[in-house]
């Protein structure tokens, strides 16, 4: 089946089935996918959160207006900004680039440079923003990967992210959640994904030049 | 193949094979896939420019530091967000909720006002920052999409969204450019695309809990 069959079938499923978890082999499959995901200039200023634990998502789902898809998913998946995008974190990115290439850092302080010019005419405000929306880049290779096994997922901002930070210590890792995804398997009872996909027509949603 | 194999192929191509153009029918079958992007609350808070106007191109080159993707590739995406999502925006919306799922209006009454309570309860900045938001989930859709096709894409930040504002017209239209894609096929000549791929580590981007 073609990825946009998969992307068909998709949709933002609300009523998980709880009996039905993802094999770590799936899991491991969908994470190589995320890390494979293209950001600005390559920083990947983010991390992601695997979340599994019954209890800590219980909080979750409190933090989530009460959603069901925070506990009765198999996981979830939390998006978290790095919030002090600085030299510190380009030098460690151009470190990685100079060893998994296998060529002298030297030759990289072009690029340095003009990563950091970018960072430093930026607020902190914009960095965050900036970081986040890379993390929604993220977040579509997510679904499509997720579709492309077969396995469902829920996009949502409908969550409380101050909260999200403190319940999973997030301020203390320089890092700020910005978009979430329960993944695992849609129940039979799930309504919404037995509908007709609503999407702007094309010729709307399009325009050619 | 499987799409993590196709997501390994991939890379920023910075030189495209300008003889190579996508047929329609590929064209089509991409926009096909990032028409079905998810988005929050499904809204679609933006249009997308598929430019292959030679002029216009090389102004929009001209705005993006002389780069040649933006001629050299077979054509340039555009997401642009839509810098008025109001209530007008919600109810067009909830019409073609209604519309395409064949149910009265008043049974979306409730879904419009917490649409709506969330719009409101924004500044005209962070409407377009969320926005801008969902057209990176786009993004990474038309990535994942292309790479499953064997279609090469250059994910840019790097151009001056002022003067491809300008250039297109979308003032007027009441959008504002957010991250471009030149789409087409990579020459022979990449450079970046034959070194290896660099992405943070596992087990420093993910958290598992």
Chains 1, 2 share one sequence.
Not at 13 to 40: C, M, R, W, Y
Not at 80 to 86: K, Q, Y
Not at 124 to 144: C, H, M, N
Request: hydrophobic letters at 45%; glycine letters at 6%; aromatic letters at 6%.
């Amino acid at each position: 089946m073609a990825l946009i069959d998969k992307l068909q079938w998709r949709a933002a499923i609300k009523k998980f089935d709880h009996t039905k978890k993802l094999t770590t082999e799936q899991l491991n499959a969908l994470l190589d996918a995320v890390q494979l995901s293209p950001s600005g200039a390559g920083l990947q200023p983010y991390k992601i959160l695997v979340v599994e634990d019954a209890e800590i998502r219980e909080k979750l789902r409190e933090a989530a207006y009460g959603q069901a898809q925070l506990t009765q998913s198999s996981h979830v998946i939390i998006f978290a900004a790095e919030t002090h995008v600085n030299a510190d974190f380009v030098a460690k990115y151009i470190d990685l680039i100079a060893q998994t290439r296998n060529v002298g850092r030297e030759t990289l302080v072009g690029f340095e440079q003009s990563i950091l010019n970018n960072v430093n005419n930026q607020t902190e405000d914009q960095r965050v923003i900036s970081a986040a929306k890379q993390t929604y880049i993220a977040l579509g290779i997510l679904l499509a990967a997720a579709a492309d096994m077969g396995i469902d997922a829920c996009p949502m901002e409908g969550f409380q992210a101050g909260k999200f930070d403190e319940i999973l210590g997030l301020d203390k890792l320089g890092l700020t959640s910005t978009v979430i995804a329960p993944i695992g398997y849609r129940s039979d009872e799930d309504v919404y994904s037995k509908m007709a996909k609503v999407r702007r027509p094309k010729e709307e949603l399009f325009i050619h030049i």
